[in-house]
């Protein structure tokens, strides 16, 4: 009888342990935000246009996760959401243009805690460059 409770007692506290989960999508939280562009001209170097931009994919990565987790294209709005999130720490990133030659895209992070199951997080908008002439 005693052997038959430790062994339900170590599946028990198995499970609880299994069933701990950390950052990723399956929860009721949503991080929502946008993206703000300034488009430059290529010769001269000056400011065409600039407001909130569409069809720029936002990615995410859940925790300290290797990788990209999901990513996101912004509405004609410039507004991105990642919807169904768990508590956790998450990492959104986009990407922008430089201005030096022969350099690759900088990335724009910006990281933050989901503490309540059902939080709602809207972050400062991501400011980028782009050249989209």
């Known amino acids: 009888m005693q052997k038959t409770f430790i062994i339900l007692s170590i599946l028990f506290i198995s499970f609880l342990l299994a069933c701990t989960k950390g950052p990723g999508t399956g929860g009721r939280a949503t ?10 001209q290529s010769t001269p170097i000056a400011i065409a ?61 910006q990281t933050i805690t989901i503490a309540d199951r059902k939080e709602t997080v809207e972050l400062p908008d991501f400011e980028i460059i782009t050249f989209k002439n």
């Open 49 to 109: 246009d600039s407001g909130y931009l569409g069809a720029q994919k936002v990615f995410i990565k859940y925790g300290d996760q290797v990788g990209i987790g999901n990513d996101v294209d912004t509405d004609n709005e410039g507004i991105y959401v990642f919807p169904y999130l768990r508590k956790g720490t998450y990492t959104i990133y986009t990407y922008s243009k430089t201005f030096q030659n022969n350099q690759l895209d900088s990335v724009v992070i």
């Open 31 to 40: 991080i929502k935000g946008k993206v703000y562009a300034r488009n430059y």
